[in-house]
């Protein structure tokens, strides 16, 4: 059986979701908690990281680019984009809404136990994003 990779992104980006709804769909795909890049995330931390990715941009759009899918795993290239018009948490610190388009490319590898995830690995290029709209600048060698 196919993962619902399509119904796992509106979970991120659709706005109408929100409150003890949101906690209850998430624990529809996620098993709570869920092991994000090592550490333990509940459903209510997972659907307050998508209330948070959906208040950094206007007019959020996702566009899905590669699903490899295994036995347990499956692995998952997606952009996420939109005017950047909330605060954007980064690696390298938060960057302040700037207005400016914004386009952030992500890999999630994730593992399924009974059809739930219950690991993730994610990597997303923030460097690159902020990179190709002068945010960041590389210093002398």
């Known amino acids: 059986m196919a993962f619902d990779v399509e119904g796992l992104m509106r979970l991120w980006t ?3 979701l929100s409150g003890p709804a949101a906690v209850e769909a998430f624990r529809r795909f996620y ?3 869920v092991t994000v890049n090592g550490t333990p995330l509940s459903a209510a931390d997972l659907a ?3 209330a948070g990715i959906r208040g950094t941009f206007a007019d959020l759009r996702r566009e899905l680019l590669e699903v490899c899918e295994g036995e347990d795993r499956v692995a998952v290239a997606f952009r996420l984009s939109g005017r950047q018009t909330g605060r954007l948490a980064t690696s390298a ?3 302040e809404a700037t207005g400016a388009a914004l386009s952030l490319r992500v890999i999630d590898i994730l593992t399924l136990t009974d059809g739930r995830i219950s ?3 994610m990597v997303a290029d923030e ?3 902020l990179a190709a709209h002068d945010l960041v600048r590389l210093g002398p060698a």
């Open 31 to 33: 098993t709570d908690p």
């Open 14 to 16: 659709d706005p109408g």
């Open 127 to 129: 460097l690159g994003a």
């Open 119 to 121: 690991s993730i690995w």
């Open 93 to 95: 610190g938060t960057l």
């Open 48 to 50: 307050a990281r998508a």
